[in-house]
């Protein structure tokens, strides 16, 4: 009983060992397609188209793939058959039907070609009821039938092949059309982005056109809306007093006093940075004696720390010359870092033979002249 178990598992592990792989029917049903293009139909043996449609068959009995090659194969003994009948080769050419009977019966044009022969039999002086007989004994009723299923199985696995691609090609049309959907979504996000930024921007700049227009219309004063920076208005010597020649009684003209030179003055007068100085830097005699244009670059980074601070700017200096000199060359200097930075800068006296100081105070939005007039 033990000896009868072994056998049993041992012949059930080799079944499993033996069952062929994919890709090893694959490789088979390359090589029948091989051997039916090179004629190798039955013969050598091993090595022929018969031996392995007959393999593919007992490893695969539901793969129907092998059908339409078996077609093939009876075919090709049918062309021979021809050839051999047209030749007076009449027994030879039984012999290759014999074989396509057995194996593929329904192979297209094999019932002509039995038919031809048997006419060929006749007049050669055969008995054409046993040649048919002979004929129909060879494809027996339950071969035929077999071979019939085969087809028919054959038949319905290409339908569900055809289905299954246009289930595929519909998959891919619904996916192609869901991506054109979204592709055309994020377009028209993009797009309407685009018109809510341009919208904006038209916006900001009515806004910003509004209050230039605002800002032109508002009452002017002839010094705090000079376009000369007014803290250097108090630089300038003041009018001289008109000279009377005759003492003419006339009204006083108050108004003299409020000349832009006399109201510069006066402001200037009131005017003071009282700010702490972020930093100062001294400024070297000898190129301001000599006028150096390279005068900002000798104070080291002064420039660079009034556009970084957007600072205002006290030059501390006993000539009213030098700082002028220096606010234009420092101005320069500045707007080569940014040329939309506008120098505040003012001047404070020191007595004669002290250092000139340029000192950088926090930034401010107007003059001190303006400052003091408001």
């Not at 208005?233 to 832009?260: C, F, G, N, W």
Request: charge should be positive; glycine fraction near 2%.
């Amino acid at each position: 009983m033990k000896k009868l178990t072994l056998l049993v598992l041992t012949a059930l592990l080799t079944t499993t060992t033996m069952a062929a792989t994919p890709e090893q029917l694959d490789q088979l049903l390359q090589e029948i397609r091989s051997d039916i293009a090179a004629k190798r139909l039955s013969s050598p043996a091993g090595n022929n188209a018969l031996d392995k449609i007959t393999e593919f068959r007992a490893e695969a009995p539901f793969d129907y793939r092998v059908v339409p090659l078996a077609y093939d194969w009876g075919e090709a003994y049918v062309a021979l058959s021809t050839q051999a009948r047209s030749k007076g080769e009449l027994s030879k050419a039984q012999g290759y039907l014999d074989k396509v009977w057995k194996v593929a019966a329904l192979t297209p044009g094999l019932e002509d070609e039995q038919r031809a022969l048997d006419q060929a039999l006749a007049k050669a002086g055969g008995d054409v009821n046993t040649v048919a007989v002979a004929a129909q004994q060879k494809a027996d009723a339950e071969e035929l039938a077999r071979q019939r299923e085969l087809a028919a199985a054959a038949e319905k696995e290409k339908e569900r092949l055809r289905i299954e691609a246009e289930k595929q090609k519909k998959l891919a049309a619904a996916q192609a059309a869901e991506k054109a959907r979204r592709d055309a979504a994020e377009k028209a996000r993009r797009e309407e982005q685009e018109r809510q930024r341009r919208a904006e921007q038209e916006r900001q700049r009515q806004i910003a056109a509004a209050a230039a227009a605002k800002q032109r219309k508002a009452p002017s004063s002839p010094v705090l809306d000079s376009p000369i920076d007014l803290d250097d208005i108090a630089l300038d010597a003041p009018a001289p007093a008109p000279v009377v020649r005759a003492p003419i009684r006339r009204p006083v003209a108050t108004a003299s006093a409020k000349t832009p030179t006399a109201q510069s003055t006066r402001l200037w007068a009131q005017a003071k940075e009282d700010s702490s100085a972020i930093v100062e830097y001294t400024v070297p005699e000898s190129a301001l004696q000599t006028k150096d244009r390279q005068i900002a670059e000798k104070m080291g980074d002064v420039c660079q720390r009034m556009v970084d601070e957007d600072a205002s700017l006290v030059v501390h200096s006993a000539n009213k010359s030098d700082y002028r000199w220096l606010a234009v060359r420092l101005t320069i200097c500045a707007r080569r870092i940014d040329r939309s930075f506008r120098l505040r800068h003012s001047y404070q006296a020191v007595g004669e033979g002290e250092p000139v100081v340029v000192a950088l105070h926090p930034p401010r939005d107007s003059s001190l002249l303006k400052q003091v007039g408001q």
